[in-house]
T-cell receptor
Framework: KNEVEQSPQNLTAQEGEFITINCSYS?????LHWLQQHPGGGIVSLFM???GKKKHGRLIATINIQEKHSSLHITASHPRDSAVYIC?????????????FGTGTLLAVQP | EPEVTQTPSHQVTQMGQEVILRCVPI?????FYWYRQILGQKVEFLVS????????KSEIFDDQFSVERPDGSNFTLKIRSTKLEDSAMYFC????????FGQGTRLTVV
C-alpha cells in the first residue's frame, strides 16, 4: 500500500471549471507540501501546510491533520494550469523531514 | 525569488563511468536533499544532509552514491560506476521554512 494516496490520478477539465485534487496519508506528519511539475520535469513548491487553509491566487490548499487528508483546489482553471500536481508529506512518522511523494495527479485543462 | 541551481541540466554517460551532479542550494538554508525520479514513476528520496553530514538516507542510497558539500556553497551527488537503471531525473532541494527544488539533472546511462 502506498504511504501517500492521491486521487484522481488523471483529470481532464474544461477551462473555467473548479478542480479538486485529494491526498490522504496514513501516519502522523509535521507538514504537507503541494508541488507542481510541468513536462520537462521541474518541480515548483505551491504550498506548505501544517494546519487549516492557505490561498495563493486561484489556488487553495486545505489540510485536516486529524483525518490525515489534504485537498488542493484550483478555481477558474486555465490551460496553463495543466501539469502534474503532487502531494508530499513531511516529517512522516515524526522522525524525519524528508518529503514522501505521492504518485501525482495529471491535470489537463482544455480551452 | 531565491532558487536552487543544478548543473548540468542533461548528462549522458557510459555505463560504468562516474558522474557528479552539482547543486547550489539557497544560501541560508540548512537542510539539503537529493531525490530522483525514474521516467514514469514518482519522486523518491535518496539522501538528506545537515550540518555537513548525512542525516538520513534511503535504501537506494547505497555505496555507489556519495554526497558532499566541498566548499560551503555547492552540494554534490556522486554516482560511481553508473548502471543503466541509474537513468533518471535527479532533483536537489534545500529547505529552511519552505522547500525549494532545482530544475533537475536528467541523467542518461547508455
Amino acid at each position: 500500500k502506498n504511504e501517500v494516496e492521491q486521487s484522481p490520478q488523471n483529470l481532464t477539465a474544461q477551462e473555467g471549471e473548479f478542480i479538486t485534487i485529494n491526498c490522504s496519508y496514513s501516519v502522523g506528519i509535521s507538514a504537507l507540501h503541494w508541488l507542481q511539475q510541468h513536462p520537462g520535469g521541474g518541480i515548483v513548491s505551491l504550498f506548505m501546510l501544517s494546519s487549516g487553509k492557505k490561498k495563493h491566487g486561484r489556488l487553495i490548499a486545505t489540510i485536516n491533520i486529524q483525518e490525515k487528508h489534504s485537498s488542493l483546489h484550483i478555481t477558474a482553471s486555465h490551460p496553463r494550469d495543466s501539469a502534474v500536481y503532487i502531494c508530499a508529506p513531511e516529517g512522516y512518522g515524526g522522525a524525519t523531514n524528508k518529503l514522501i511523494f505521492g504518485t501525482g495527479t495529471l491535470l489537463a485543462v482544455q480551452p | 525569488e531565491p532558487e536552487v541551481t543544478q548543473t548540468p541540466s542533461h548528462q549522458v554517460t557510459q555505463m560504468g563511468q562516474e558522474v557528479i551532479l552539482r547543486c547550489v542550494p539557497i544560501s541560508n538554508h540548512l537542510y539539503f536533499y537529493w531525490y530522483r525520479q525514474i521516467l514514469g514513476q514518482k519522486v523518491e528520496f535518496l539522501v538528506s544532509f545537515y550540518n555537513n553530514e548525512i542525516s538520513e538516507k534511503s535504501e537506494i542510497f547505497d555505496d555507489q552514491f556519495s554526497v558532499e558539500r566541498p566548499d560551503g556553497s555547492n552540494f554534490t551527488l556522486k554516482i560511481r560506476s553508473t548502471k543503466l537503471e541509474d537513468s533518471a531525473m535527479y532533483f536537489c532541494a534545500s529547505s529552511g521554512y519552505e522547500a525549494f527544488f532545482g530544475q533537475g539533472t536528467r541523467l542518461t546511462v547508455v
